[in-house]
Nanobody, 124 residues
């Protein structure tokens, strides 16, 4: 099992930056693929970024590509999402997710474990 706790959300002006962190506990973290999803009010949860267990492969949704960077530190059991050039449409609750399966996916069903989320609000 993997337990996930997100932090780093907050209020930022458009064009600003935030760095989200996801602290994981559980012996299987280092072998888990990790991802970030987000959900805005009245909208479905959507994929943001993912990273394989080794960090060798990453993937991004088109709407964040070039602005967001996912990384992980297996020694510290953490995953980060660096968000730059933030836009008001990035406003959402951001969730960290983990999957014991090999590879990464844009599908939320791929991921077995979820954090409680952290709010990101971007003002115009």
């Amino acid at each position: 099992q993997v337990q996930l706790v997100e932090s780093g959300g907050g209020l930022v002006q458009a064009g600003g930056s935030l760095r989200l962190s996801c602290a994981a506990s559980g012996r299987t973290f280092s072998s888990s693929s990790m991802a970030w999803f987000r959900q805005a009010p009245g909208k479905e949860r959507e994929f943001v970024a993912a990273i394989t267990w080794s960090g060798a492969m990453t993937d991004y949704a088109d709407y964040v590509k070039g602005r967001f960077t996912i990384s992980r530190d297996n020694a510290k059991n953490t995953v980060h999402l660096q968000m730059n050039s933030l836009k008001p449409e990035d406003t959402a609750v951001y969730y960290c997710a983990a999957s014991p399966a090999a590879g990464i996916s844009h599908a939320s069903s791929w991921y077995n474990y979820w954090g409680q989320g952290t709010q990101v609000t971007v003002s115009s």
